[in-house]
């Protein structure tokens, strides 16, 4: 057996992989700015603005038992490994409310932990990003005449993204390697076939062809975010 015949045989493993990459993104970055909002208590770029004309802002930010419960959220879920959390998500249902578990679910079941589990991680580097804007951008947009959603998809973010693009690259890196802890519940991702056709063969070329694999991901996925963050310097 040679690197390109377990290639072929663990191609659907690949697409998988990929799959879960993909969709963990689309669901747990808008996820991790919604859990970033409700996170923020006093909000450090409206903290200067409690007697200005903000009042909404003020109100949500001193909203103290979301602020609370998103915290044990994002404690929870950056505490505990998220193989335990890939468990509890597939065999919870049914040990909880007795509800079959089938292997539709697998996939459901992983795509539900990895994007909660990321959007905690991303939570707290949206809020990093948007805490370091100072409070000059908020009263000069105010100036300018932008209402609040004007002021922060229009300003504010942009400058958010291109702050925090190397905290967002390391965590997309990550999770390409932790798309193979999968295999914890049984889904069918390339590092559940290598293992199968590695104890099959008794051979370990198969994980070398998995690291090849997750090498190359790796290095596409950290060549496309190094073009993203060129692309946004005309902020500097």
Do not use: C, H
């Amino acid at each position: 057996m040679n690197l390109l015949e377990i290639f072929a045989q663990v191609g659907e493993g690949m697409g998988n992989s990929i799959l879960i990459f993909v969709l963990t993104l689309v669901f747990s970055l808008p996820l991790g700015l919604l859990v970033a909002f409700g996170r923020m208590n006093r909000w450090a770029p409206l903290a200067g603005l409690k007697k200005s004309k903000f009042p909404f802002w003020r109100k949500a930010a001193e909203f103290r038992p979301v602020q609370l419960l998103l915290k044990l959220f994002i404690s929870i879920l950056r505490g505990t490994p998220l193989m335990l959390q890939l468990m509890v998500v597939y065999y919870g249902p049914y040990y909880i409310f007795k509800v079959p578990i089938t292997l539709e679910y697998q996939f459901y079941a992983v795509i539900i932990a990895f994007a909660v589990n990321y959007a905690a991680y991303f939570a707290e580097i949206y809020r990093s990003g948007i805490e370091s804007m100072p409070v000059g951008q908020y009263e000069a947009a105010k100036v300018l005449g932008y209402n609040k959603t004007q002021t922060f998809f229009r300003i504010i973010l942009p400058q958010v993204i291109k702050r925090i693009l190397p905290s967002i690259t390391n965590e997309v890196i990550t999770l390409v390697k932790d798309t193979s802890l999968a295999f914890v519940i049984g889904y069918s991702e390339l590092f559940t076939l290598v293992k199968r056709i590695a104890s099959r063969e008794a051979n370990v070329l198969p994980y070398v062809g998995a690291a090849i694999f997750y090498y190359i991901f790796n290095l596409v996925v950290a060549v496309a975010m190094e073009k993203l963050e060129k692309k946004m310097n005309y902020y500097n």
